[in-house]
């Protein structure tokens, strides 16, 4: 069994994928297995990963599926994977070459489920550290929490007991897949040294506004649905209902402000008020939201019907 089977999605990278696959048959851990799963590549994306198989027969295991999809091509990958941990890697981004070694000795240290490292995300013209502290209470894990898929190993075990996958054909996929893996992680750890480079390009998917931004709640509804079906929801209710607050008011309504189309842009907002109205009528009474003091809780405290609106129309034209 491979320490680390290191699942890596393509499709139409071309231009970025030797760099993402030097820096993984380079890792300082030897004993990994790399899949490389073709989501339906157009470009010479084949020709390229090709030619690294044949170099690397003992360590690259290649896939090849119609496109479905980034969740889809992670998922169809996790069915082949073999290893004790499973890691993400996108095919534009690329990692240290001693991510995986660093990554792995503190898991077996450590005993954790799940270890993350910091990132560096990398511009056209500038660079951002991002980085956390250790996180070691569960309920933090919700309120601290990084739900990057690509910066962590995660005992395979974990999400295969638990039928873990991403959500197909939706945007923020990290987000479901993140949430749902809580309850049974025990122990969570990191490394504090930036060994993830996720490069930022402007005409990504993810940098895109418009009617998928409101997958969002397609999201949150399904992790909701798992916690009440697995009868975990009562233990983590307040957790859950932080999420909402810390998703609907923040990252998700920053985007949903950039959404060009006016009427889509006004549907989301509508239904962000509502969302969270709705499921959580008292959230102003949240103990997370009201017991521990940052700026963002700070934000979070002065929104009201009147204030929602306000805030709408400064970060809309920001």
């Given at each position: 069994m491979p320490k680390i089977s290191i699942i890596v999605p393509v499709y139409n990278t071309e231009k970025y994928i030797k760099k993402c696959l030097n820096s993984l048959v380079n890792q300082t851990l030897k004993d990994i297995e790399i899949i490389v799963v073709n989501d339906g590549s157009t470009d010479k994306s084949e020709t390229i990963i090709k030619e690294y198989e044949q170099k690397y027969m003992k360590k690259i295991k290649y896939l090849v599926k119609k496109n479905g999809g980034l969740s889809d091509a992670r998922n169809y990958g996790i069915k082949y994977a073999t290893g004790e941990y499973v890691g993400f890697v996108d095919s534009d981004d690329y990692v240290s070459e001693t991510m995986y070694e660093k990554l792995y000795n503190k898991a077996i240290k450590t005993g954790a489920e799940l270890v993350e490292c910091n990132v560096k995300w990398i511009y056209e013209k500038k660079e951002k550290i991002d980085?956390?502290?250790?996180?070691?209470?569960?309920?933090?894990?919700?309120?601290?929490?990084?739900?990057?898929?690509?910066?962590?190993?995660?005992?395979?075990k974990s999400l295969q007991e638990n039928n873990i996958m991403f959500p197909i054909g939706l945007r923020y996929e990290d987000?479901?897949?993140?949430?749902?893996?809580?309850?049974?992680?025990?122990?969570?750890?990191?490394?504090?040294?930036?060994?993830?480079?996720?490069?930022?390009?402007?005409?990504?998917?993810?940098?895109?506004?418009?009617?998928?931004?409101?997958?969002?709640?397609?999201?949150?509804?399904?992790?909701?649905?798992?916690?009440?079906?697995?009868?975990?929801?009562?233990?983590?209710?307040?957790?859950?209902?932080?999420?909402?607050?810390?998703?609907?008011?923040?990252?998700?309504?920053?985007?949903?402000?950039?959404?060009?189309?006016?009427?889509?842009?006004?549907?989301?907002?509508?239904?962000?008020?509502?969302?969270?109205?709705?499921?959580?009528?008292?959230?102003?009474?949240?103990?997370?939201?009201?017991?521990?003091?940052?700026?963002?809780?700070?934000?979070?405290?002065?929104?009201?019907?009147?204030?929602?609106?306000?805030?709408?129309?400064?970060?809309?034209?920001?």
């Open positions: 980085a956390i502290e250790e996180i070691t209470k569960k309920e933090d894990y919700f309120i601290y929490g990084r739900v990057m898929a690509c910066n962590k190993i995660i005992k395979r987000v479901e897949l993140y949430y749902k893996l809580i309850p049974y992680i025990n122990k969570m750890s990191l490394v504090k040294e930036n060994m993830y480079y996720y490069i930022q390009r402007q005409n990504s998917i993810a940098n895109i506004q418009n009617e998928k931004t409101m997958d969002i709640f397609n999201i949150l509804e399904n992790i909701i649905k798992y916690y009440k079906e697995n009868n975990i929801y009562q233990a983590f209710e307040k957790e859950l209902e932080y999420l909402y607050i810390r998703f609907l008011f923040g990252s998700s309504f920053l985007r949903i402000t950039k959404i060009k189309n006016k009427e889509i842009k006004k549907e989301a907002l509508r239904k962000t008020w509502e969302e969270i109205n709705n499921k959580f009528p008292n959230w102003k009474n949240n103990k997370y939201l009201r017991n521990i003091k940052t700026k963002k809780n700070l934000y979070y405290k002065t929104i009201n019907k009147f204030t929602f609106k306000i805030y709408s129309i400064i970060f809309s034209i920001r």
